[in-house]
């Protein structure tokens, strides 16, 4: 679901009351005797109102549609929410009699909670007439050949997070405002709306499982949308609209983004809901309908282990003074890595059963005659019922189309890479290659099959090739990691290859089984080296998809 929040038009509007006076008048004792700068000389403008606001939210769902119900959003204070409050730094711009843009030459602050603020415009009441016009426009740097003309907006395409939640930073990606002064009955009076003409974005990540969440910081997120989202030549019409024009001002570089990079504080991500004060992060664009692809890199405080989040949000109708909250679940897709038990041949129960220490490593405890653990159990684990045959293994060894990969896990509520095998699926080497299931069990080549079941192959067994090229589509894939354990510390040592018992285990004065094994160049359905009797090694045991 995405959530879209309005500026109401009476909360958007900035109302701000200007009090004018010419140079010499008694309006400079009003000032906050503390100030010690000397407060120049000129017109006085003063605001009581945040340089913008957001209280009510409508939610939306996925399609986009509005919901039935709307809810009350509560003004954040300052520095801790959409609110963004007043700074010394800011500065306004008026237009005179004579057409020129005037900037601001003063700004005081003149309550605690920086809601309310005075400027000071240059010359003298004469100079400015009921209905001219003002513009709250700071995105220009003074190296622009633009810098002098708020008609010119710069949104930028680099939005740093330095503070979850935090809007102040609001003026300097591009946020703008316009309006008209008008004279009250109050003599040399004015009062202004400043109209919003940019689109805003909060995005909301979450992630839902919590031990995961105690271990990962957000690092970085990317915006990615199917057309222009910031320039820094944007015109800022008298109507108050914000658009990219064809071409640019004479002088300008053409410079126009259709991504957005954030570099993040670190924000933590221990929230299993929303919680805009852990992470929200706020986005300036241009107005219009976008296909948005959000990603959110995560890294593992632990491990070490960075990984991006990729999110796509279509037909997000981004309106001016507006701003749509995007949730984003971050670990939806990131799937938890099941533990891989070793087992002895046709033992009743894994390796480590019964056998691990408080900090989850193995206590190196082997198996004797007996022991539930050792080989050839008069009850084998019911996962020996589920592995391959080795008729099956030749198939996926030869026509598996094993592509080596790195993948991301969760194990034991961190972040891991995970080297391995994406292999096809059995039902989509069926299809194929042309065989029924029947034919894939119980025997290999499709033409002159030789069956293998219950019984050992022959050295060199079947051999395949392992790609290295990136494997694009894997919904028809699965995926075998390489083998791996639990060492000191909470960490995991990992091997450069994988093995997996395969049916058919021969009992003689020399002992074979037969196994999957794998690295990054090759893939074989092939015997174990033969062995003294009672002297098997513990592989993996699991079922192939």
Same mark, same amino acid.
């Given at each position: 679901?995405?959530?879209k ?9 900035l109302?701000?009351?200007?009090f ?5 008048d ?6 906050n005797?503390e100030n ?7 017109v ?14 409508v939610?939306?769902?996925?399609d ?13 204070t ?8 007043w ?9 005179? *009699?004579?057409?020129?843009w005037?900037?601001?030459i ?8 920086k ?27 003074a ?6 003309n ?11 997070k330095?503070?979850p939640?935090?809007f ?17 009955d109050a ?15 909060c ?5 839902? *499982?919590?031990a ?11 915006l ?6 910031t320039?820094?030549?944007c ?30 504080? *670190? ?11 852990? *992470?929200?992060c706020?986005?300036?664009i ?7 692809t959000?990603?959110?890199t ?8 960075e ?6 949000v279509n ?8 701003i749509?909250d ?6 939806k897709?990131?799937?938890i ?9 046709m033992?009743a ?17 082997e198996?004797q ?10 009850t084998?684990?019911?996962?020996f019922?589920t592995?391959?045959?080795l ?6 060894a ?18 891991w890479h ?7 699926k ?5 299809v194929?290659e ?17 069956d ?5 192959i ?5 051999v ?10 894997t ?6 990691p390489?083998l ?17 018992w395969?049916g058919?285990i ?7 089984a ?5 690295n990054?160049?090759?893939i ?11 002297s ?8 192939f998809?």
């Amino acid at each position: 679901m995405r959530l879209k929040t309005y500026f109401n038009a009476a909360l958007l509007c900035l109302a701000v009351s200007l009090f004018a006076a010419c140079a010499g008048d008694n309006l400079a004792d009003n000032n906050n005797k503390e100030n010690k700068q000397e407060i120049p000389q000129g017109v006085r403008f003063t605001i009581n109102e945040p340089k913008a606001n957001a209280k009510s939210r409508v939610v939306i769902n996925e399609d986009g549609t509005v919901a039935a119900k709307t809810r009350t959003f509560i003004t954040h204070t300052p520095g801790m929410g959409a609110d963004a409050f007043w700074s010394d730094n800011d500065y306004i711009w008026v237009k005179n *009699n004579a057409g020129v843009w005037k900037k601001s030459i003063y700004t005081a602050i003149t309550t605690p909670d920086k809601k309310h603020a005075m400027f000071i415009l240059p010359g003298k009441l004469s100079d400015y007439s009921d209905g001219c016009s003002v513009i709250y426009n700071m995105s220009q740097p003074a190296s622009s050949p633009l810098a002098g003309n708020p008609e010119y907006l710069r949104i930028d395409h680099l939005q740093p997070k330095n503070r979850p939640n935090d809007f102040s930073d609001a003026g300097a990606w591009g946020d703008a405002g316009i309006g008209k002064a008008k004279l009250t009955d109050a003599p040399g009076e004015f009062v202004f709306q400043l109209a919003h003409g940019v689109s805003y974005l909060c995005l909301l990540p979450r992630c839902e *499982n919590a031990a995961l969440g105690q271990n990962i910081i957000l690092k970085k997120v990317k915006l990615l949308g199917d057309h222009y989202l910031t320039a820094t030549f944007c015109n800022f019409a008298a109507d108050g609209s914000v658009y990219i024009p064809s071409t640019p001002p004479t002088g300008v570089p053409s410079a126009m983004y259709g991504n957005i990079d954030s570099d993040v504080a *670190n924000f933590p991500l221990t929230n299993t809901t929303q919680d805009i004060t852990k *992470n929200g992060c706020y986005f300036i664009i241009v107005p219009g309908t976008y296909n948005f692809t959000i990603t959110y890199t995560i890294k593992d405080k632990v491990t070490g282990i960075e990984t991006n989040i990729e999110k796509k949000v279509n037909g997000v109708d981004c309106k001016a003074g507006e701003i749509n909250d995007i949730p984003a679940w971050i670990d939806k897709d990131l799937k938890i890595q099941p533990p891989l038990k070793y087992y002895y041949p046709m033992a009743a129960q894994d390796l480590y059963h019964n056998h691990l220490k408080a900090d989850g490593t193995y206590d190196g405890v082997e198996p004797q005659y007996g022991d539930d653990r050792y080989w050839g159990s008069a009850t084998p684990n019911p996962v020996f019922n589920t592995i391959p045959n080795l008729n099956e293994a030749r198939w996926y060894a030869a026509k598996g189309d094993a592509h080596w990969a790195t993948i991301t896990r969760v194990m034991d509520g961190h972040l891991w890479h995970i080297n391995g095998i994406w292999l096809k699926k059995k039902a989509k080497i069926m299809v194929d290659e042309g065989i029924t299931k029947e034919q894939m069990e119980s025997g290999y080549p499709k033409n002159n099959p030789d069956d293998k079941r219950d019984y050992y192959i022959e050295l060199p067994g079947v051999v395949g090739s392992v790609s290295s090229a990136p494997l694009l589509n894997t919904s028809d894939y699965f995926f075998l990691p390489v083998l791996y354990e639990k060492i000191a510390g909470g960490l995991y040592s990992f091997a450069p290859d994988g093995e997996y018992w395969v049916g058919g285990i021969y009992f003689g004065s020399l002992t074979f089984a037969n196994i999957i094994s794998f690295n990054s160049s090759e893939i074989k359905a092939v015997q174990t080296e033969p062995f003294e009797l009672y002297s098997f090694s513990a592989y993996y045991a699991r079922q192939f998809e």
